[in-house]
């Protein structure tokens, strides 16, 4: 599986962002898709998941702010981020999770920064 990510870039405070990640590749036919981040000297951390059905869960830093949502047919997972804050500044990580055989099996995209700045 290959996932690229895209939409990152500067923004100021109180902005939006719209983040894509496109799959391809052996896609697990049911799957739960991410989307994680990395501030600098921290920690790799969940913002939100999205299930092949559409249920979704998020990090409580980002309730009510960013929206995940995915469009299955284009193999396609989108984060739209809106109020950003400072705190929002990192690398934004796509994750694609699947099963098959009881084996779980996680594919990552190369990440895109998310700067958040006046």
């Known amino acids: 599986v290959q996932l690229q990510a895209s939409g990152g870039g500067l923004v100021q405070p109180g902005g939006s962002l719209r983040l894509s990640c496109a799959a391809s590749?052996?896609?697990?036919?049911?799957?739960?898709m991410g989307w994680y981040r990395q501030a600098t000297g921290k920690q790799r951390e969940l913002v939100a998941t999205?299930?092949?059905?559409?249920?979704?869960n998020y990090a409580d830093s980002v309730k009510g702010r960013f929206t995940i949502s995915r469009d299955n047919a284009k193999n396609t997972m989108y984060l739209q981020m809106n109020s950003l804050k400072s705190e929002d500044t990192a690398v934004y990580y796509c994750?694609?999770?699947?099963?098959?055989?009881?084996?779980?099996?996680?594919?990552w995209g190369k990440g895109t920064q998310v700067t958040v700045s006046s």
């Open positions: 994750n694609h999770r699947g099963a098959a055989g009881g084996v779980v099996t996680d594919y």
């Open positions: 590749g052996n896609i697990f036919s049911i799957n739960v």
């Open positions: 999205i299930t092949y059905y559409g249920s979704s």
